[in-house]
């Protein structure tokens, strides 16, 4: 998935580590080097599973998948770059971001994204602006693929079949529907577009870094507007994620996998008990519509 690896979840690193022999980890070829991997992997992975000529695994061709590719590395690209910039703004020492590929290519082809930050955030104007540029400048990123791809759904002749994978579409989904006039089709009865699948996918990694848990996004931008009570609301949601379960095992997973890898509880800031003012009020809020618009109870299920 894609993710953000913050200061306080990493100790700022030592010399050696960046002049010494990993140093090479940061050099902007391995990053490109990186990003040239993952270009592949989902440009191979979004020809095999969203197109009809299937790429290269399937005896098509490798452009076949760069509808997918392209727009989803620019929805990820974007939103880690939202991340970097706003390091760069308050100075803090941050990587470039690291793209991620999977080699699991029949799935989307990638891992995510992340940057590093090196250096622990102090305070919360740092702490919120850094954690909610990269979710919100990614979701204006998808907004215009999502539009073109809504659109370019193809009816099936047939219902989806037992052991189809289908993808539940979120309120950002139906009201692009509704501003375009394609009317209200669901995944069962349409083939998607390469390029809608990437916006899907890349609305699906907005809502799972706006969790608020932890050291996500979603965590940061709780921690600042919450303050001492950040791990209190962050239990709540990870017990509502499990409780999910029910409906379907995606946010149980994450939410469960997320607290135990990064912790609930987010580091305290220098100015906890300051309030956060208006304006920064206001993007913690766009932040939770943001997450209403990309939530999904079942994202993916098979028939």
Not at 113 to 136: C, H, M, S, T, Y
Not at 232 to 253: D, E, K, Y
Not at 291 to 298: A, K, N
């Amino acid at each position: 998935m894609e993710g953000f690896l913050p200061g306080g979840s990493i100790p700022p690193p030592s010399r050696a580590w960046r002049l010494g022999r990993w140093s090479w980890l940061e050099h902007p070829l391995f990053h490109t080097l990186l990003l040239a991997a993952t270009f592949v992997t989902t440009t191979l992975a979004g020809g095999y599973a969203f197109t009809d000529a299937g790429g290269p695994l399937r005896g098509g061709r490798f452009s076949d998948g760069l509808s997918f590719s392209i727009p989803l590395l620019v929805i990820l690209g974007t939103h880690e770059l939202g991340h970097y910039a706003m390091c760069r703004r308050y100075g803090l020492a941050a990587t470039l971001p690291y793209f991620l590929p999977s080699p699991f290519v029949n799935l989307i082809g990638t891992f995510g994204a992340l940057i590093r930050i090196k250096e622990p955030i102090r305070n919360k104007r740092q702490l919120l602006d850094v954690g909610a540029a990269g979710p919100l400048t990614g979701f204006l990123a998808a907004i215009p693929f999502l539009f073109y791809g809504v659109t370019r759904a193809r009816p099936v002749a047939v219902a989806a079949a037992g052991g189809s994978v289908l993808f539940d579409y979120p309120m950002a989904v139906r009201l692009a529907q509704r501003l375009t006039g394609t009317g209200f089709y669901t995944s069962a009865g349409v083939h998607e577009h390469p390029t809608f699948m990437a916006a899907w996918f890349g609305l699906l990694i907005t809502t799972l870094n706006l969790l608020p848990v932890g050291q996500l996004d979603g965590g940061h931008v709780l921690r600042a507007a919450a303050g001492k009570r950040q791990p209190m609301i962050s239990l709540v949601a990870v017990l509502l994620a499990v409780a999910s379960a029910f409906r379907g095992p995606t946010w149980a997973i994450f939410a469960l996998v997320a607290a135990l890898l990064i912790g609930i509880r987010h580091p305290p800031v220098e100015d906890d008990d300051a309030p956060l003012g208006f304006g920064r009020a206001l993007v913690a809020l766009a932040c939770v519509a943001v997450f209403l618009l990309c939530f999904s109870m079942v994202p993916i299920s098979i028939t």
